[in-house]
């Protein structure tokens, strides 16, 4: 595993309206069978359309499609019950090969554009290439969901589009927040995000006043940490430093990060750790400023 996870480019002129995001999640599109493009070097073929050319220079997951690979649910307005999907190759077919990825082919995250009702879930995936998962929407609103995979020999990736779930909305505001309480549990976050510069992170994990020094590992590590930047939801899957069972990373209260943002902005960070066999989700807002910094585009801090 990456020992040092970095947070991914975020840069560029994206709307922060809603719309805007759904019109850049959507704008690369299905691409045809002679849509092209080296997996694992990212270099695409003479047959490559305009709209995936420009998805390479977006940051991760704000478009369906990338080097010919696409995105695509089986219904965009989910009922409550099973979420289906299908990842398309440059070949125009659903791919059924994929690397693992800190224990899992894909990671599915789903989230409303508000930064609500934030799901990381693992879907399966039949012998057809068909993924699902059992999925609810708690609420009214648009949502995105973001496919994390690395199809099998490539590059990793994150696409993502757009969801819907009909009825009364009613949009949630997040102030800064560096300490969360989830089910007991409190969770401090210490350390800033400053542009263009790597900065410590550490979150703190604790039960009734007492450290938690036992944290199980979940995924292969002791918490993940997805960050999204507020407005435009560009995204980032991190892990932390140091694994399970090398001999130097305690098992808490302690979860430290190496993240690094090019952009100012207001960012939605997602903990995810496991304590009881239990997995639970600490949520954070962090507001950094700075200058803004060229970064890797794909999504990936790992």
């Not at 050319?53 to 010919?68: F, I, N, Q, T, V």
């Not at 077919?93 to 989230?111: C, G, N, Q, S």
Request: aromatic share 8%; net charge negative; hydrophobic share 40%.
């Amino acid at each position: 595993m990456n020992t040092t996870a970095r947070l991914a480019a975020f840069g560029g002129a994206l709307a922060l309206l809603a719309a805007g995001g759904f019109a850049v999640g959507n704008a690369a599109g299905p691409v045809s069978a002679a849509t092209g493009g080296n997996a694992e070097h990212g270099t695409p073929h003479e047959g490559t359309t305009a709209g995936d050319a420009a998805a390479d220079d977006l940051p991760g997951g704000l478009a369906a499609s990338k080097d010919g690979y696409t995105f695509t649910v089986a219904d965009p307005t989910p009922a409550p019950g099973r979420f289906s999907f299908t990842i398309t190759g440059p070949a125009g077919k659903p791919v059924t090969a994929f690397d693992v990825e800190h224990e899992k082919r894909l990671h599915l995250i789903v989230v409303r554009r508000d930064t609500a009702g934030f799901q990381h879930v693992h879907p399966e995936m039949a012998p057809d290439g068909t993924w699902s998962v059992p999925l609810t929407l708690p609420a009214a609103g648009s949502y995105r969901a973001f496919a994390d995979f690395a199809p099998a020999g490539g590059r990793p990736m994150t696409l993502g589009v757009d969801l819907s779930v009909a009825g009364d909305y009613r949009p949630a505001s997040h102030e800064t927040s560096r300490t969360a309480e989830v089910d007991g549990y409190t969770v401090q976050l210490t350390g800033d995000l400053a542009a263009g510069k790597t900065s410590p992170l550490a979150l703190a994990v604790s039960r009734n006043g007492v450290p938690v020094t036992d944290l199980q590992p979940y995924l292969g590590a002791y918490g993940h940490l997805v960050a999204l930047r507020e407005g435009d939801l560009a995204y980032l899957h991190v892990h932390p430093e140091g694994e399970p069972g090398d001999g130097k990373t305690p098992a808490g209260p302690d979860v430290e990060f190496a993240a690094e943002v090019p952009s100012a902005g207001t960012y939605r960070l997602f903990l995810d750790f496991k304590h009881g066999d239990v997995v639970r989700t600490a949520e954070f807002t962090l507001t950094t400023g700075g200058v803004s910094a060229q970064a890797p585009a794909d999504g990936h801090g790992h």
